[in-house]
């Protein structure tokens, strides 16, 4: 899983970037939705991130869904 968020948040460095505020928003919703399908509670991430504001909020809610996954994994 550590793997896996630290290429999703790689990616999304990139994006943030090289993209415009709303542009990268987008491209992070649609890439998250990738990255958490077949996740143990992805479904609950991509509901949740539709309603964020700005990327940062989108980033911060990755990054608290991994934590969450190590942690019940623990």
């Given at each position: 899983?550590?793997?896996?968020?630290?290429?999703i948040?790689?990616?999304?460095?990139?994006?943030?970037q090289q993209?415009e505020?709303?542009?990268?928003?987008?491209?992070l919703r649609?890439?998250?939705?990738?990255?958490s399908?077949?996740?143990?509670?992805g479904?609950?991430l991509?509901?949740?991130?539709q309603?964020?504001?700005?990327?940062?909020?989108?980033?911060?809610?990755?990054?608290?869904f991994f934590?969450?996954?190590?942690?019940a994994?623990?």
């Amino acid at each position: 899983m550590a793997d896996r968020r630290d290429v999703i948040l790689a990616h999304f460095g990139m994006l943030l970037q090289q993209e415009e505020d709303k542009h990268a928003l987008h491209k992070l919703r649609t890439f998250t939705g990738v990255y958490s399908h077949g996740l143990p509670a992805g479904e609950r991430l991509r509901r949740q991130i539709q309603g964020l504001p700005d990327a940062p909020a989108l980033l911060a809610a990755v990054e608290t869904f991994f934590a969450d996954l190590e942690l019940a994994a623990a």
